[in-house]
């Protein structure tokens, strides 16, 4: 076997296998594309399953003084001891009646956990998103907000490792196609008018778009 | 002798075997005729994705953004809602894009508006009691460009005030969903493509669970986990 034909059958089966294995990431970000461009999310809103109290909370001293990673940094023990896990969102302040609205979300289910700091309470509430709002959460993640204080949960910074590999993976599967279609001569012709046509489109509907 | 029942059955059972390998073909053929009519959007949307997700010095695009203002004529526009108001006044101003409300019009005789477009924004703050509108425009880099056209449609999940107004934001819309349909389509054919390789059959499926289980748990197991 010549290396032509080496390379070949190695590109195919690393095109074979490794797309396989994307395969289910790639259909999380397809599928949730839908949602994304239409506005539209199935089960928005979600259904609360219950609230419950959390006392004798361990807060900081300056809590209320500090932001952004400090500030989650913080939270991150009182979201233990309040057995609330998840990636820390937001923080809304609220400087008046000393409370800290803390949003932790895990794909599928928001939980708000209110603290006040005078009381050292917290109530926490939970809410079921569902699957098309979890499919949007990690379609957006990390994404280019909230640069500061985004991925602070283990889980959610093992999924943009996974996000990365996934575009790097499709790009990979994209450039091996291209040389695997280009192997098969009957196939050049209507391959490279597509490829042509493909082009029109995207780089026309870009220039119409930007200009 | 075989009987006119048989050889009836036997033409129809190829009918079907030819039926299915054509079938069989056109899944290949449409798998890399997809790909390559798809291939620079794909591209874009990767690498557009990347962008979104790394906050790479590179491609910084704020920082070196142009910005001009400046205060133009204009004559009123007919009585109408806002949308019909904003599109009176950008047909006026010479200005194109998709319209976004960034503020509630708490007076009648001011219209405030953003119009964007991949690559440029331009805030409109009209004044109708003087005929006057300012003109606040920001021009962005081509990273910027890139980074605008990934998000670029016209709505908001947690904002329903904004809708898709303009025409070219809904053909971008429509490739995104033909986009996202595609790879629907060459997940399923590959699907197909590799089921039909007995011998690759077993690793191959090793793959797809490994993917399958690794993304399960992140759409549906995080949250019974914790």
């Given amino acids: ?211 | 002798m075989p009987s006119a029942t048989d050889s009836a059955a036997r033409n129809a059972s190829a009918t079907g075997r030819g039926g299915l390998e054509s079938l069989r073909a056109w899944n290949r053929k449409l798998h890399y005729y997809l790909g390559l009519y798809l291939l620079f959007f794909l591209w874009l949307f990767a690498f557009s994705g990347l962008l979104l997700n790394h906050s790479w010095k590179f491609a910084e695009f704020w920082d070196s953004r142009h910005q001009s203002t400046n205060q133009v004529a204009i004559s009123l526009p007919p009585p109408g809602g806002d949308l019909a108001q904003a599109r009176d006044l950008m047909r006026q101003l010479g200005v194109a894009g998709e319209i976004e409300w960034t503020r509630s019009r708490d007076k009648p005789e001011r219209l405030d508006f953003r119009v964007s477009r991949p690559g440029h924004i331009v805030e409109v703050r009209a004044d109708f009691a003087n005929q006057r509108a300012t003109l606040n425009r920001i021009d962005l880099n081509y990273w910027g460009i890139t980074r605008i056209l990934h998000t670029f449609t016209g709505v908001r999940l947690e904002d329903r005030r904004n809708e898709r107004d303009w025409w070219l934001t809904t053909i971008w819309a429509l490739a995104m969903d033909a986009v996202a349909l595609g790879l629907v389509f060459l997940v399923a054919s590959s699907l197909w493509m590799w089921f039909e390789l007995r011998q690759k059959r077993r690793w191959g499926l090793v793959a797809l669970s490994a993917g399958a289980v690794v993304c399960g748990l992140f759409c549906f197991g995080l949250r019974w986990l914790y």
């Avoid at chain 1, 926490?124 to 990390?142: N, Q």
């Avoid at chain 1, 695997?180 to 597509?194: K, Q, T, V, Y």
């Fill in chain 1, 1 to 211: 076997m010549g290396m032509n034909g080496r390379l070949y059958r190695v590109t195919r089966d690393l095109h074979l296998y490794l797309g396989l294995f994307i395969s289910p990431f790639v259909l999380v970000f397809a599928v949730s594309v839908f949602f994304l461009v239409h506005a539209w999310l199935p089960g928005a809103g979600g259904a609360a399953s219950g609230r419950r109290t959390v006392t004798a909370l361990l807060l900081p001293a300056n809590l209320e003084e500090l932001s952004g990673r400090p500030l989650v940094d913080a939270l991150k023990p009182v979201m233990t001891y309040a057995q609330v896990a998840g990636e820390i969102g937001f923080v809304q302040r609220n400087p008046r009646e000393h409370r800290l609205i803390v949003p932790v979300s895990v794909p599928g289910r928001v939980t708000t956990v209110t603290i006040d700091t005078q009381t050292r309470e917290a109530s926490v509430e939970r809410r079921t998103t569902g699957l098309a709002d979890a499919l949007v959460v990690l379609h957006k993640a990390p994404g280019p907000h909230l640069v500061s204080i985004r991925m602070n949960w283990w889980c959610m910074r093992v999924w943009q490792w996974l996000a990365d590999a996934t575009v790097y993976v499709v790009l990979f599967l994209s450039v091996s196609g291209v040389y695997l279609w280009f192997a098969l001569r009957a196939e050049r012709l209507i391959g490279l008018l597509l490829l042509g046509a493909g082009a029109a489109t995207f780089f026309g509907t870009v220039y119409a778009l930007c200009h």
